[in-house]
């Protein structure tokens, strides 16, 4: 077995893609974190970043209630 994230799948061929099954609710979803110290000016770019990614995902992978976040090594 091989986990494929959903983007991935977008760009398969029919053929591979009929062998690929979703997981069941709640599906594990990564997340994106970013550190910055308190005092620096980087509010500005990590907010352009914010769009960048939104922009940049699909609008049915925004917002999903059936989704929970999976810490690396949990899996």
Known sequence: MTI?????IQNMV??????AYSIVPPAP????SITYH???????????????????IPVQMLDRM???AVE???M
Not at 4 to 8: D, F, M, T, V
Not at 14 to 19: E, H, P, R, V, Y
Not at 29 to 32: F, P, R, S, T, Y
Not at 38 to 56: H, Q
């Open 14 to 19: 029919q053929k591979t893609m009929a062998k």
């Open 4 to 8: 494929i994230p959903e983007l991935a």
């Open 38 to 56: 308190k005092y620096s000016n980087k509010i500005r770019f990590i907010d352009l970043l914010e769009d960048c990614i939104k922009r940049n």
């Open 72 to 74: 690396i090594g949990k």
């Open 66 to 68: 059936d989704s929970k």
């Open 29 to 32: 979803v990564g997340e994106v």
